[in-house]
């Protein structure tokens, strides 16, 4: 019989489509990135609250996407990718893995309370009908909109995202499931997640840069996924010698 302690659950069949599932939207979620880094240096978002309405008045779905819409896809894609690893490593060591998955869902559930774009919309669309007085007003409204997608929620949903990724990786290191270069991608990239985006041109260079490991850490990590969804896959190691989880 094997050690429960050492033996993953991936080769259990009610878990395959989970794996599968994290699997593909590892890939999805480069996809998205490369989709948006495009759109970032081909039409970049404006700088002010007219500039907003103005686009979402022009170009409906390009103004949506520069708030953040496409984030609200490819973020919820990210948390099925961090609960696939969570299964994944779940015997190298439940406490982190349960940590770094409450702290995923609280930084989702941060972000998605942030993210304003049909709010955005929506007071473009008035904006667009009203009188001097009520631009006025709409424009203090939007102002204040604008301030809670990069306010207190983004902040949080940042540091949680880089706390997850970290455990998520050091597990990786410490497990036989996943490579050690799996490993040290995700941490490069939470490293350079410390900063925010949000804090001036250092956080913004930064969450550009953490971008690229990322990417390299998600197809990995698909690739893997999908490998373990296969049938014949079975692991019987997924802690490294010498190491117990806790």
Not at 180 to 198: D, E, H, K, Y
Request: glycine letters at 8%; a neutral charge.
């Amino acid at each position: 019989m094997a050690d429960d302690r050492v033996t993953p659950h991936t080769d259990a069949p009610q878990w395959r489509g989970l794996l599968v599932t994290g699997g593909w939207c590892a890939f999805a979620v480069v996809a998205m990135i490369v989709v948006e880094v495009g759109r970032y240096l081909l039409w970049p978002p404006p700088t002010s609250t007219a500039g907003f309405y103005a686009l979402l008045l022009d170009h409906p779905v390009l103004g949506l996407v520069s708030l953040d819409l496409l984030f609200i896809v490819s973020n919820t894609l990210t948390f099925l990718v961090y609960v696939a690893l969570g299964l994944a490593l779940w015997r190298v060591s439940r406490s982190a893995v349960v940590v770094a998955l409450a702290f995923a869902v609280v930084g989702t559930a941060a972000f998605m309370s942030s993210t304003r774009p049909v709010e955005m919309l929506t007071l473009a669309t008035t904006y667009a009908d009203a009188d001097e007085a009520e631009r006025t007003a709409l424009l203090a409204t939007g102002d204040g909109m604008l301030a809670t997608w990069q306010g207190t929620g983004y902040v949080v949903y940042y540091y949680l995202g880089f706390a997850t990724l970290l455990i998520l990786s050091v597990l990786m290191l410490r497990s036989a499931v996943f490579s050690r270069a799996t490993g040290a991608w995700g941490l490069a990239s939470a490293v350079l997640m410390v900063v925010p985006a949000t804090f001036g041109q250092v956080g913004l260079v930064l969450a550009v840069v953490s971008l690229a490991p990322w990417s390299v850490f998600a197809v990995l990590v698909g690739r893997r996924l999908l490998h373990l969804s296969r049938p014949a896959e079975t692991t019987h190691r997924a802690v490294r010698p010498g190491r117990a989880h806790s």
